[in-house]
């Protein structure tokens, strides 16, 4: 039948075709008027946000430029109280600016506090003091002053910073501040006032806006907006007004005028609404047309359709197999849709139970009026699950052996054989046990896997295939679910112990802070001591099977419900309940079974554990957080002895923070020049006659001032610093020596400590012989103070690689004699010129008989073995008259001088004889 108008020449037609148009448009009409208006709202309130974002770049960018010529003013003004009388009024701004090559300041002056006390621009002077008694008269706490001009140019805009008594003033010059502001036409340009609605900067044509909030301004095509710069913080003024206009433009949709996109949706929605009345009003007159709409949906892949048509006639007939070819098409659709949505249901990995729900509703659907179930086995083969169901809740249940093996045996659907027995696993009243019971295994190379069961009328032919695609389906589907626990089970557990992995631990650790919520939980970060030693001497595989008996040993002291996770090396995790009691108990026990003796293979093993500890939420709420502090007390708990537990503290926090400030300044200390150097006299016994000087180094930072060498240099050694911070201080050692040499101060020789780091480089020897080349200075100038751990070890190699700065003629000296690691049998083959006593001897001569008898056999050790002796950490006469008792040759310490600027050095040399003198 073709379409046509034809048909509405019918009364009941034309009564349906006009009733659903009118039914339409009217809705459309009314809610197309409505969206039109908020469309027009939404598109003018999109660009007015436009320009509120236009004005507030406009603003930061004034505002950087503002704290530049405050930065350079004041800069000029740290320069000095002399540099005033040349002001150079070509203040440039920084090189990468956007503005660069444009003066800053129109002019600078310099006021003092008499009134008339003025350098530079006498004007500027004036007008800034009358700003500054408009403004109240209180110039400290306001920098930031300006002019309105009457002719409508730009504000004159002054800058003032006090350096000490004066007052530093500069006119920004116009080109700087606003810079491509002033570039704008009547219709599109930005216009600055302060708050009072003074105008500071408007281009022709331009008109402030009302406020200072960014509200929309005009309403009658064009457009503006205003921002707020905030300027009281950094300059104490009130607040500037910038206001952004845009020239009058039409409201687009998707390129096209407002107004013509709404008529021409109109004239389709009309159009489209014709169409489908014709259509619906033509389908309510003949069977024909129900038929042909019947089979353009089925077409569309529309299953579910059914024709309804009188019966008693052909086209009843008609629609009756239209109907049934229809109800197998849906559902042979049904299963396929089925059998997809658990394909991606697999591939997405998604939990079992929802994808279980959906075969029990499809078989369900196969037999609205039959009673069906499912029962999956579990993994290990000796339990079955009944998926829950309309008839019956989900249970565990044993299934017969008998009904297993029948099950196991036939290769074909099983009949009502063992229905009895399989209806009472359904829950099957005994009344129904009669009925026809289908079961049809879902098997697997491993057996079978699941039962899909069925109680009632036979089924018919498609019925029984699709039960038998089904089953196979969710065979497929369970093996692919076991394959992905096991992968998952992988993913998140430690292959070695069992124990959870790092994954799976943040897993656990992300799920309790979920869960807790204020009751929290305690983790215990465990660091095991000496496993390292114990994997590189006696093997991997003795490392591997120490793990696993330590993992084992967690599981058995950890309470049930713990968690004990392996996040990597040897290291463990266990996170307990909240009860703080409990687990500083259970951490205890850990470092005390840990410390005993451990049996494998035959061998003793000994190691030991550091425990951190942390309580959520009382230190943490975040997982990264709670890691990094736990992690911190553990470290704690090494430093103080290793072996036991430790809670975080604070203050660890603030350690790992000042370390972390420390690790990234230190490099750039060594860059910018930040360090310094000085020096403490050493002086020969007897006298007070300088015999060397010890070169000290210091950090001197901008913000945080002096920085003590015990907190940087042990950090240096650390992160691999020192090396450069060793080479900084012996070339400038050598520097201020030939400094002094110059000036005529005779210094005999500076003393600079090496550390292992330098000396292992290939070309030490070379680089110092370089330096002092360099600088003019002979090797005997020079001492190099070593410690005596650097010659544990492979000592040969040291004394190498010192020979031939010894032959040279530079001196080395031996640091800290008698707290290392040197042997009495190789101390007379090591290339040393001076053996310096540590100051923990010193200390305690004349009080402890021990710390006089150690003294005293070192210095006739070095005097036998033809060595210079030197005594460090000299405070009292006391000491100085034992040390000279003993034979000692040379001093060092507070008695004599604190370690000195290179610039006091001097001045203590000229007071040293004179108090050798007196004395």
């Known amino acids: 039948m073709q379409l046509g108008p034809g048909f509405l020449r019918s009364r009941i037609g034309r009564r349906v075709f006009w009733t659903l148009l009118w039914a ?40 950087d430029r503002l704290l530049s010529a405050q930065s350079a003013l004041a800069a000029l003004a740290a320069a000095g109280p002399d540099t005033g009388r040349n002001v150079s009024l070509a203040v440039e701004p920084s090189t990468g600016a956007p503005l660069a090559g444009r003066k800053m300041f129109r002019a600078v002056s310099v006021i003092g506090r008499e009134e008339g006390a003025v350098t530079g621009a006498a004007g500027l002077a004036t007008l800034w003091r009358e ?62 006032t302060d708050a009072h609605g003074q105008r500071l900067m408007c281009p022709a044509g331009t008109t402030a806006g009302r406020d200072a909030r960014g509200d929309r301004v005009r309403r009658d095509g064009a457009s503006a907006a205003s921002w707020s710069l905030f300027t009281r913080a950094d300059f104490g003024t009130v607040d500037w007004v910038f206001t952004r206009h845009a020239a009058d433009a039409r409201l687009l949709v998707g ?14 929605s009309l159009l489209l609404l014709a169409g489908l009345s014709l259509l619906l009003a033509r389908r309510t007159l003949v069977p024909l047309e129900r038929l042909m709409e019947g089979a353009r949906r089925l077409a569309r892949r529309d299953w579910s359709c059914r024709v309804r048509v009188p019966e008693g006639d052909e086209f009843g007939q008609l629609a009756g197999a239209f109907n049934d070819m229809a109800a197998r098409i849906e559902r042979q659709m049904q299963a396929l849709k089925l059998q997809s949505d658990i394909d991606r249901e697999i591939l997405a990995g998604v939990e079992l139970a929802p994808v279980l729900g959906q075969v029990m509703a499809r078989l369900q659907a196969l037999a609205p009026q039959a009673r069906v179930g499912l029962l999956v086995r579990s993994p290990a083969g000796d339990r079955w699950t009944r998926v829950a169901s309309a008839h019956a809740a989900a249970a565990t249940l044993e299934l017969d052996a008998q009904l297993l093996q029948c099950i196991e045996a036939e290769d074909r659907p099983l009949s009502a054989a063992h229905g009895r027995l399989a209806a009472r696993l359904l829950g099957l ?25 069925r109680v009632g009328a036979s089924p018919d032919e498609d019925h029984e295939r699709e039960l038998l695609e089904l089953a196979d389906r969710v065979a497929v589907m369970l093996v692919a679910f076991e394959r992905e626990r096991r992968l998952q089970e992988r993913a998140v557990r430690d292959s070695l112990t069992g124990l959870l992995n790092r994954a799976g631990l943040l897993e656990a650790i992300d799920q309790r802070l979920a869960q807790a919520g204020d009751a929290g939980f305690v983790l215990a970060f465990i660091d095991l001591d000496g496993f390292k030693t114990v994997n590189d001497s006696r093997g991997h595989s003795v490392g591997d099977a120490l793990l696993c008996e330590v993992a084992g040993l967690l599981r058995t002291l950890a309470p049930a419900e713990a968690l004990v996770a392996r996040p990597g090396g040897d290291e463990f995790v266990l996170l307990l309940a909240p009860d703080c009691l409990e687990a500083d108990r259970l951490a205890q026990t850990v470092c005390q079974r840990l410390a005993e003796p451990i049996v494998l293979e035959g061998q003793m093993l000994r190691i030991g554990a550091s425990i951190g500890l942390v309580c959520s939420p009382d230190h943490g709420r975040e997982r990264v957080e709670l890691m990094r502090r736990a992690d911190l007390a553990m470290y704690a708990a090494k430093g103080a002895g290793r072996g036991r537990h430790m809670w975080f503290e604070p203050v660890q926090d603030e350690r790992a923070a000042e370390r972390a400030w420390l690790q990234s300044e230190l490099p750039r200390a060594i860059e910018r020049d930040e360090l310094l150097l000085h020096f403490q006299p050493r002086v020969v016994a007897g006298g007070r006659r300088l015999a060397a000087l010890e070169a000290l180094v210091r950090w001197q930072h901008p913000q945080r001032g002096l920085i003590p060498p015990l907190q940087f240099i042990p950090l240096a050694e650390e992160i691999g610093q020192i090396e450069a911070l060793g080479h900084w201080v012996l070339e400038a ?15 005999p020789r500076v003393a600079v400590n090496v ?30 103070e070593l410690t ?83 005594a460090e950490g000299v405070e009292t006469q006391a000491q100085i008259e034992h040390l000279s008792a003993l034979g000692c040759e040379e001093m060092q310490g507070y008695f004599f001088a604190r370690p000195l600027p290179a610039a006091q050095v001097a001045d203590w040399l000229q007071a040293a004889p004179a108090e050798a003198a007196e004395s």
């Open 755 to 784: 550390s292992a780091l330098q000396l292992a480089a290939p070309d030490f020897a070379d680089r110092v012989l370089r330096v002092l080349r360099r600088h003019g200075l002979a090797p005997a100038d020079l001492e190099l």
């Open 131 to 192: 700003l500054s008694r408009a403004a109240g008269g209180r110039p400290g706490a306001q920098r930031l002053w300006w002019q309105a001009a009457d002719d409508g140019r730009e504000a004159r805009v002054v800058l003032a910073v006090r350096a000490g008594e004066r007052w530093w003033v500069g006119e920004l010059a116009a080109e700087y501040l606003w810079g491509d502001l002033r570039d704008a036409d009547a219709e599109v340009g930005t216009c600055v």
């Open 255 to 268: 390129g096209l005028p407002l107004e013509q996109a709404a008529w021409k949706g109109a004239l389709f």
């Open 24 to 63: 339409a448009l009217l809705p459309l009409a009314v809610f197309g008027g409505l969206g039109y208006g908020v469309l027009a709202e939404r598109l003018l309130g999109s660009r007015v946000q436009q320009l509120q974002e236009a004005a507030k770049y406009a603003g930061l960018g004034v505002h």
């Open 788 to 870: 005596e751990s650097l010659f544990v070890g492979d000592a040969e190699d040291v004394c190498s690689r010192l020979q031939p700065l010894r032959d040279a003629g530079v001196l080395v000296a031996l640091d800290d004699f008698g707290t290392g690691f040197s042997s009495l049998s190789s101390l007379h083959r090591l290339p040393v010129d001076v053996l310096k006593i540590d100051r923990s001897f010193v200390v305690d001569l004349g009080r402890r008989e021990s710390a006089d008898a150690v003294t005293r056999s070192i210095v006739v050790l070095a005097q036998a073995l033809g060595k210079h002796v030197v």
């Open 733 to 747: 050692a050598c520097r201020q020596q030939r400094r002094w040499r110059d000036a005529g101060l005779r210094v």
């Open 429 to 453: 009243p005994d009344e129904r046990l009669g009925e026809c019971v289908q079961l049809v295994p879902a098997r697997t190379a491993e057996g079978t896997r699941a039962l899909l069961m």
